[in-house]
């Protein structure tokens, strides 16, 4: 090996080696940085650890606990009846306008209007068939579409009922 070459393999190997230094380095004083900054816990990361965490039932005595077990009961049933979609409500006018009307005001799906040529047609069938096919969704052979629930797996079966009644009254 003639000399300029042996001189350029001692500074290459000795940048080299500067720059293992300095990655070791960085590397270590990044491992003592990480632990002296405290992580960040994201507030509704805390607010559902706490809830996961929370007791499951509690202990009720006395007239005071009877108060506080019907208070909680309460609580329980009007959240169960708001987790019902659109608040457990039986007006078929309100679902129709959150949900039905989509479809139903412009035929998508080949859906039936609220006309006595559209809705009132169907009728034919009888209501329990067009509470079968709304609750359990329906293919027709024309190839109309409905999907179970109108798409909502949150509504009730009462709930469909309802809507389902305010629409043939619609259709007359």
């Given at each position: 090996m003639r000399n300029y070459d042996l001189e350029f393999l001692k500074r290459f190997s000795m940048v080299i080696g500067l720059l293992l230094l300095v990655t070791v380095g960085l590397a270590i004083g990044a491992f003592f940085l990480s632990k002296a900054i405290p992580p960040e816990v994201s507030p509704v990361a805390a607010r559902q650890t706490q809830a996961r965490i929370a007791p499951v039932g509690a202990v009720y005595a006395g007239s005071t606990g009877a108060a506080?077990?019907?208070?909680?009961?309460?609580?329980?049933?009007?959240?169960?009846?708001?987790?019902?979609?659109y608040g457990g409500t039986l007006d078929g006018k309100t679902i129709y306008d959150q949900l039905c009307t989509a479809c139903h005001t412009t035929g998508v799906g080949m859906a039936p209007m609220l006309t006595p040529a559209g809705l009132g047609a169907?009728?034919?069938?009888?209501?329990?068939?067009?509470?079968?096919?709304?609750?359990?969704?329906?293919?027709?052979?024309?190839?109309?579409?409905?999907?179970?629930?109108?798409?909502?797996?949150?509504?009730?079966?009462?709930?469909?009922?309802?809507?389902?009644?305010?629409?043939?009254?619609?259709?007359k």
């Open positions: 506080a077990q019907a208070a909680a009961a309460a609580a329980a049933a009007a959240a169960q009846a708001a987790q019902g979609a169907r009728l034919s069938k009888g209501k329990d068939t067009l509470y079968k096919h709304a609750i359990e969704g329906f293919t027709g052979p024309d190839g109309g579409v409905m999907p179970p629930k109108g798409g909502n797996a949150g509504l009730s079966e009462e709930q469909i009922r309802a809507t389902v009644d305010w629409m043939l009254e619609q259709s």
